[in-house]
């Protein structure tokens, strides 16, 4: 569920940070700079990330995706360990993106929080290790830029069912949706949970530990 309102972001500040309703996810708004020759921004700031999250993140890939819309993609996590943290921002179009505690013993199992990212904001999220990740294609060409912090393995990609009713994401009415096979036919929350798929909260914090 979605529990934290938005604040108004602060225009002096070189980056604005919001607490999402999931432990230990941060949505990360930076200043846009804009003139004649178009705009410039910084989605990453290093430092900043490092005194809100209280750690750095090592970032040994990055992916990018495009995605026509009605997309749907998720939700996807990480086998923990080694599990896998990501800095997400949207570099063109548009799209509604969730975080969802997965994390087994976490404070916040099973709630979400929702951020629509586009090219006018620049809004960025951080989700933490054994943190599953979805987000909806809303414009045609809608191009989502990922930082992570461990190599794809594909044996340890997993995948939960985007339309479970324990997780209730509340996805927009009217905008047909195109997934995968391995999205359409994933498992629910709870199914996950009796098949061991889940990551435990005590692993996903022995795992960030390491990135102090």
Same mark, same amino acid.
């Given at each position: 569920? @979605? #529990?934290?309102?938005? #604040?108004?972001?602060?225009?002096?500040?070189?980056? #604005?940070?919001?607490?999402?309703?999931?432990?230990? =996810?941060?949505?990360?708004?930076?200043?846009?700079?804009?003139?004649?020759?178009?705009?410039?921004?910084?989605?990453?700031?290093? +430092?900043?990330?490092?005194? =809100?999250?209280?750690?750095?993140?090592? *970032?040994?890939?990055?992916?990018? @995706?495009?995605?026509?819309?009605?997309?749907?993609?998720?939700? !996807? $996590?990480?086998?923990?360990?080694?599990?896998?943290?990501?800095? *997400?921002?949207?570099?063109?179009?548009?799209?509604?993106? $969730?975080?969802?505690?997965?994390?087994?013993?976490?404070?916040?199992?099973?709630?979400?929080?929702?951020?629509?990212?586009?090219?006018?904001?620049?809004?960025?999220?951080?989700?933490?290790?054994?943190?599953?990740?979805? $987000? /909806?294609? /809303?414009?045609?060409?809608?191009? &989502?830029?990922?930082?992570?912090?461990?190599?794809?393995?594909?044996?340890?990609?997993?995948? /939960?069912?985007?339309?479970?009713? *324990?997780?209730?994401?509340?996805?927009?009415?009217? /905008?047909?949706?195109?997934?995968?096979?391995?999205?359409? !036919? =994933?498992?629910?929350?709870?199914?996950?949970?009796?098949?061991? &798929?889940?990551?435990?909260? +005590?692993?996903?914090?022995?795992?960030? =530990?390491?990135?102090?």
């Amino acid at each position: 569920m @979605n #529990t934290v309102g938005r #604040t108004a972001p602060d225009a002096a500040a070189p980056i #604005t940070v919001r607490a999402l309703a999931v432990e230990g =996810a941060f949505e990360f708004t930076p200043r846009v700079h804009r003139d004649e020759r178009g705009i410039f921004t910084s989605p990453l700031q290093g +430092e900043e990330f490092a005194r =809100a999250v209280g750690h750095s993140m090592p *970032v040994v890939q990055t992916n990018h @995706n495009r995605s026509a819309r009605g997309v749907l993609r998720g939700v !996807h $996590f990480t086998t923990t360990p080694p599990g896998q943290a990501k800095y *997400v921002h949207c570099a063109r179009g548009r799209a509604m993106d $969730f975080v969802v505690d997965l994390r087994l013993g976490s404070p916040t199992f099973g709630v979400w929080d929702t951020v629509e990212m586009d090219t006018e904001s620049f809004h960025s999220i951080y989700l933490p290790v054994g943190v599953g990740h979805a $987000f /909806l294609a /809303l414009e045609d060409d809608t191009v &989502m830029s990922y930082l992570v912090s461990s190599p794809y393995r594909p044996g340890l990609e997993q995948s /939960l069912d985007p339309f479970d009713p *324990v997780l209730a994401l509340p996805w927009p009415e009217g /905008l047909a949706r195109t997934l995968s096979k391995r999205d359409a !036919h =994933a498992v629910g929350l709870a199914e996950a949970r009796e098949l061991g &798929m889940l990551p435990r909260y +005590e692993d996903c914090l022995a795992v960030t =530990a390491g990135y102090a």
